[in-house]
Nanobody, 123 residues
Framework: QVQLAESGGGSVQPGGSLTLSCTTS????????MGWFRQAPGKEREAVSC????????FIEDSMKGRFTISRDNAKNTLYLQMNSLIPEDTGMYYC????????????????WGAGTQVTVSS
């Protein structure tokens, strides 16, 4: 059974940091590009970042460059998102996904999804 479980979300003040984790099982994690997405209240889901099978960051959304870092540990079947200098606009539900592709213009189709973890940035 395929499972992706996000964790690490929570409430943080502006300027703070969070590290999200996505633990996976039931599929060959190291064979898939992986990505993070977020959905802010009242908005469509958007791609945050994606990473190739070998651990190279291929895409990161412009507003998150320099603040967010995606990484993966194939030995632990886990994907991470380090988020620094958080701003209120980063508030939303964050999802991880196994992807069909990851390109410099963004993710190229999805295969499996997690249920998400909530991030709230507020003073």
């Amino acid at each position: 059974q395929v499972q992706l479980a996000e964790s690490g979300g929570g409430s943080v003040q502006p300027g703070g940091s969070l590290t999200l984790s996505c633990t996976t099982s039931g599929f060959a994690f190291d064979l898939y590009p992986m990505g993070w997405f977020r959905q802010a209240p009242g908005k469509e889901r958007e791609a945050v970042s994606c990473i190739n099978r070998g651990g190279s960051t291929i895409f990161i959304e412009d507003s998150m460059k320099g603040r967010f870092t995606i990484s993966r540990d194939n030995a632990k079947n886990t994907l991470y998102l380090q988020m620094n200098s958080l701003i209120p606009e980063d508030t939303g539900m964050y999802y991880c996904a196994a992807l069909k592709g990851c390109y410099d213009h963004g993710p190229g189709g999805d295969k499996y999804w997690g249920a998400g973890t909530q991030v709230t940035v507020s003073s």
